[in-house]
């Protein structure tokens, strides 16, 4: 079945420092692939997606682009602050058949001032 | 608009009962998915609608466990006969049945005592 594996934290970074969680996938055909956020105390919500191959998504300067040579989806950001302090999960959600919504385990980021 | 809204947002429960949680999606997504986080861990997936089809049970944890959907629309996750391992917070989701993103409510919180 599908699957994702995701960069297991947690990942302690310095403000301004540069981010990567890295993630991956397994599926079969084209999925779509998604990075969620929850902050401190705070639901889940989408922070960025793409939907098909060499797709860039970007939100509050986070990037990820979806790459179909290497199965990968990482998330970047050039210059973190603390306000980006949260648990980043990475998803798939399959076309045809299942389009069930699978997750990673989640990387929790913190960011020091 | 209304986003996907789960009752109660708190449930405190003695070990042994039998508690009902409640997920209203999005009006017009066909797909519903039902998550598990526990304190500090990531999501377990639990089940999953879409449509009229059989749902995805795989990831029901024990049979105490089990989620119907009315009409399309209201899910009801029971769990019989609740066990201190049970408590988590119990998350909701809903979807269109395209490549766009799921939406998540904001959980309920079940503690057993």
């Known amino acids: 079945g599908n699957s994702v594996t995701q960069m297991e934290g947690p990942v302690t970074l310095s403000e301004e420092a540069f981010l990567t969680i890295n993630c991956t996938y397994t599926?079969?055909?084209?999925?779509?692939l998604f990075w969620y956020v929850q902050y401190p105390g705070e639901g889940l919500q989408l922070l960025l997606k793409?939907?098909?191959?060499?797709d860039k998504g970007s939100n509050k300067g986070f990037e990820a682009t979806y790459r179909k040579e290497t199965t990968s989806f990482h998330l970047e950001k050039g210059s973190v602050q603390v306000s980006d302090s949260a648990v980043y999960f990475c998803?798939?959600?399959?076309?045809?058949?299942?389009?069930?919504?699978?997750f990673g385990k989640g990387t929790k980021l913190t960011v020091n001032p | 608009g209304a986003g996907v809204s789960q009752s109660p947002s708190n449930k405190v429960t003695e070990k042994g009962k039998d508690v009902e949680l409640r997920c209203d999606p999005i009006?017009?997504?066909?797909?519903l998915y039902w998550y598990r986080q526990s304190l500090g861990q990531g999501l377990e997936f639990l089940i999953y609608?879409?449509?009229?089809?059989?749902?995805?049970k795989s990831g029901l944890p024990s049979d105490r466990f089990s989620a119907e959907r009315t009409g399309g629309s209201v899910s009801t996750l029971t769990i019989q006969r609740t066990q201190q391992e049970d408590s988590a917070v119990y998350l909701c989701?809903?979807?269109?049945?395209?490549?766009?993103?799921?939406?998540f409510g904001q959980g309920t919180r079940l503690t057993v005592v």
């Open positions: 989701a809903s979807s269109p049945r395209t490549e766009r993103e799921a939406f």
């Open positions: 599926a079969t055909g084209y999925p779509s």
């Open positions: 793409a939907t098909k191959a060499d």
């Open positions: 998803a798939l959600k399959g076309r045809g058949g299942s389009e069930k919504l699978v």
């Open positions: 009006s017009g997504h066909t797909a």
């Open positions: 609608f879409q449509g009229n089809s059989a749902p995805d």
